[in-house]
């Protein structure tokens, strides 16, 4: 991994902020992603974009997902990978059939939530099983996070 000066490991965390804005999440999985190249490398320096991604079925049963766009390596060459390709996500058949058992309700759909790299050094996707938030969830949202700032600002006089 990545060192920092004082030799301590550089943790890779890259969070979608967007998708707790527009979506509730129902339920969490951490899942592993194939990668090719030198994606790992531009991960490690921490450019990703997954503001756009989402997950689907292929016909055969896989989950992918889409939009999920990895700039190009600093350091690479003519080797460089493709930045917004589809990538293959790694799930045990158990949550395979789970999500796909779900995912197929109306409006629930499957959205890219965290990015981070394990203990172990392995890129992990962590998605959610997402429903869409009407305008007024979404207002009752900002609401009780200003409401909590407030109670937070006057706990501190």
């Known amino acids: 991994?990545?060192?920092?000066k004082?030799?301590?490991?550089k943790r890779v965390n890259i969070v979608?902020?967007?998708?707790s804005y527009e979506y509730s999440l129902l339920a969490k999985y951490d899942a592993g992603m194939m990668l090719q190249g030198t994606e790992i490398k531009s991960i490690r320096e921490g450019n990703v974009n997954m503001q756009d991604g989402f997950c689907a079925f292929?016909?055969?049963g896989s989950l992918w997902v889409h939009?999920?766009?990895?700039?190009?390596y600093s350091l690479g060459t003519y080797n460089n990978h493709e930045a917004k390709r589809e990538r293959k996500l790694l799930l045990n058949k158990k949550e395979l059939r789970q999500?796909?058992?779900?995912?197929v309700e109306q409006g629930v759909t499957i959205v890219p939530i965290r990015l981070?790299?394990?203990?172990?050094?392995?890129?992990?996707l962590e998605i959610a099983l997402a429903k869409g938030k009407k305008l007024y969830d979404k207002r009752d949202d900002i609401k009780a996070k200003d409401q909590k700032r407030?109670?937070?600002?006057?706990?501190?006089?």
Do not use: W
């Open 150 to 157: 407030e109670m937070d600002r006057a706990r501190e006089y």
């Open 99 to 103: 999500l796909a058992g779900k995912a």
């Open 6 to 9: 004082d030799d301590t490991p």
């Open 67 to 72: 939009n999920l766009s990895i700039s190009l």
């Open 58 to 60: 292929h016909a055969d």
């Open 16 to 19: 979608n902020r967007r998708a």
């Open 116 to 124: 981070f790299v394990n203990d172990r050094g392995f890129a992990k």
């Open 1 to 4: 991994m990545a060192k920092q």
